[in-house]
């Protein structure tokens, strides 16, 4: 069982910053941060792989978007640059398990987290 503890969202203008939070109880091998516009499905912008560090990220966010982790403090970020009004949604951390719904980047994932709000105005 992984538990999931976000923070960090906000309302900001374009061209502004976030870094979203994740603090995770539980090991996984894959986290990610996935993101849900109202009308639209549910898509992954950026993952890591928890043991090797690597990072994967979807086409529209590559250059802005950076995934990293603590592990030490057992928390997962997304520094969100240049910020656009079409990455207004609601961002959800994501940890992979066995019996996960969503496959995306060669993990399956499972584990939720509550979601927090980015808001971005032109």
């Known amino acids: 069982q992984v538990q999931l503890v976000e923070s960090g969202g906000g309302s900001v203008q374009a061209g502004g910053s976030l870094r979203l939070s994740c603090v995770a109880f539980?090991?996984?091998?894959?986290m990610a941060w996935f993101r849900q516009a109202p009308g639209k499905e549910r898509e992954g912008v950026a993952s890591?792989?928890?043991?090797?560090?690597?990072?994967s990220y979807a086409d529209s966010v590559k250059g802005r978007f950076t995934i990293s982790q603590d592990n030490a403090e057992n928390t997962l970020y997304l520094q969100i640059d240049s910020l656009k009004p079409e990455d207004t949604a609601m961002y959800y951390c994501?940890?992979?398990?066995?019996?996960?719904?969503?496959?995306?980047?060669?993990?399956?994932?499972?584990?939720w987290g509550q979601g927090t709000q980015v808001t971005v105005s032109s």
């Open positions: 539980g090991y996984t091998k894959c």
């Open positions: 994501s940890a992979s398990g066995p019996y996960g719904s969503i496959w995306w980047r060669d993990c399956l994932y499972q584990y």
């Open positions: 890591i792989d928890t043991r090797s560090g690597g990072t």
